[in-house]
């Protein structure tokens, strides 16, 4: 199993460009989850998906748009990017029931707003 | 305002010797504690939980305990070894909706 896979690693992207940043998970999951962690602080929600077709905004969701069309594929979209959405953004996946809370990380996407 | 807070942005400790991570929390619905540790360029990696009904959880040299009356947990590693120099975050969750709140996180290093 390659577990949670994200795509690109890194970008840089000008101001008012738009972007995908592409999450695909292995496991079979139900629950996903995007989060970003800006430098020195903790991870924060941004969207999450407990199935297909079944979206829900986190904490800080203003700027980005999710989908969920499949178990698999969760991606994220910014459509007009701005220098406040520099940061890592890390895509998460968990299954339900008993170990719900245990979330299987990606190895972030470095992006850069310019 | 920080519902999980991690005090300390460093710890620095000898290899062998034990290292204690802190956390609190102000939400006392919180009812999961996990802790997750970060290599650099890499994302956070379950490391250990506890649920509230409970005040310690053991995992090999991993050990978190939960003071629910205090709200307050720690991780504490023994012995410490240079592997797990890395960042470790508190998250605390309501198992009603799975969601998890994080804290800053806390870098540990473990000098030889």
């Known amino acids: 199993n390659a577990g949670v896979t994200q795509t690109p690693k890194f970008r840089i992207l000008k101001i008012g460009q738009s972007m995908t940043l592409q999450c695909t998970q292995d496991?079979?999951?139900?629950?996903m989850y995007w989060y970003r962690q800006d430098p020195g602080m903790g991870l924060k929600l941004i969207y999450y998906?407990?199935?297909?077709?079944?979206?829900d905004k986190g904490e800080v969701p203003n700027g980005y748009n999710v989908s969920r069309s499949t178990t698999e594929d969760f991606p994220l979209r910014l459509e007009l990017a701005a220098p406040s959405q520099t940061s890592v953004y890390f895509c998460?996946?968990?299954?339900?029931?008993?170990?719900?809370?245990?979330?299987?990380f990606g190895p972030g996407t470095r992006l850069l707003v310019l | 305002d920080q519902q999980v807070k991690q005090n300390s942005p460093s710890l620095s400790v000898q290899e062998g010797r034990i290292s204690i991570l802190n956390c609190d929390y102000t939400?006392?619905?919180?009812?999961?504690f996990l802790w997750y540790k970060k290599y650099p360029a890499e994302g956070p990696t379950f490391l250990i939980s506890?649920?509230?009904?409970?005040d310690k959880n053991e995992d090999g040299r991993f050990t978190v305990f939960l003071n629910k009356s205090a709200k307050h947990l720690s991780l504490h590693i023994v012995p410490s070894q240079p592997g797990d120099s890395a960042v470790y975050f508190c998250?605390?969750?309501?198992?009603?909706?799975?969601?998890?709140?994080f804290g800053k996180g806390t870098l540990l290093t473990v000098n030889p």
């Open positions: 939400n006392s619905m919180f009812d999961y």
């Open positions: 998250a605390a969750s309501m198992r009603s909706n799975y969601k998890l709140t």
């Open positions: 998460a996946s968990s299954p339900p029931g008993l170990y719900q809370e245990t979330q299987y």
């Open positions: 506890i649920s509230s009904i409970k």
């Open positions: 496991m079979n999951h139900n629950y």
């Open positions: 998906s407990v199935g297909a077709g079944i979206t």
